[in-house]
T-cell receptor, first 110, second 114 residues
Framework: KQEVTQIPAALSVPEGENLVLNCSFTDSAIYNLQWFRQDPGKGLTSLLL?????REQTSGRLNASLDKSSGRSTLYIAASQPGDSATYLC?????????FGPGTRLSVLP | DAMVIQNPRYQVTQFGKPVTLSCSQTLNHNVMYWYQQKSSQAPKLLFHYYDKDFNNEADTPDNFQSRRPNTSFCFLDIRSPGLGDAAMYLC?????????????FGSGTQLSVL
């Protein structure tokens, strides 16, 4: 059974810092991995998707990497801003299902 | 804009009183999912439809049912809500089940059970 964990559970940083969020999964036979952002009491917004054959994806200040063999992905956020404050979740896809991690709650302090 | 729409945004029901949550999509996606998310936890898949084919997760309680009358709409029925069913319910869609397909979410329905 696929299990997804995320470290740290919560993170607080001053504005302008670069930061890394971690995602680990137990079954490396995945189709893709997505990173999502969730604001309090809201749905999830897709940030980046990495297919199983890819190593990384970039969008603006965000960069996500994937190492399938070790069951790890990282989300790098450059020059963090208060507007980046949210919960960030990763999800791995195998077959028809997406399995989510519990998320990292990020606070960026002005 | 094309999107996934969930109604209502907030739903309050009484213990044991049936409740229905709705989801509609203008993306014309083949697959629609229902997730349950409790506070500070990962979203948990309840079931999904691939077109008209219904796929139930093994550990989804019988208390939860779903209907998809057409491509655009999907409903989540909770037959006898218990206090433990209070959660955010998220509807999501994807175009087809392929490696490069993203998952698109609605804003969710926050369910309270009194």
């Amino acid at each position: 059974k696929q299990e997804v964990t995320q470290i740290p559970a919560a993170l607080s940083v001053p504005e302008g810092e670069n930061l890394v969020l971690n995602c680990s999964f137990t079954d490396s036979a995945i189709y893709n991995l997505q990173w999502f952002r969730q604001d309090p009491g809201k749905g999830l917004t897709s940030l980046l998707l990495i297919q199983s054959s890819q190593r990384e994806q970039t969008s603006g200040r965000l960069n996500a990497s994937l190492d399938k063999s070790s069951g790890r992905s990282t989300l790098y956020i450059a020059a963090s801003q208060p507007g980046d404050s949210a919960t960030y979740l990763c999800a791995v896809k195998k077959g028809q299902n997406f399995v989510f991690g519990p998320g990292t709650r990020l606070s960026v302090l002005p | 804009d094309a999107m996934v729409i969930q109604n209502p945004r907030y739903q309050v029901t009484q213990f044991g009183k049936p409740v229905t949550l709705s989801c509609s999509q203008t993306l014309n996606h083949n697959v629609m999912y229902w997730y349950q998310q409790k506070s500070s936890q990962a979203p948990k898949l309840l079931f999904h439809y691939y077109d008209k084919d219904f796929n139930n997760e093994a550990d989804t309680p019988d208390n939860f049912q779903s209907r998809r009358p057409n491509t655009s709409f999907c409903f989540l029925d909770i037959r006898s809500p218990g206090l433990g069913d209070a959660a955010m319910y998220l509807c999501a869609t994807s175009r087809v089940i392929r490696d490069d397909e993203k998952l698109f979410f609605g804003s969710g329905t926050q369910l309270s059970v009194l």
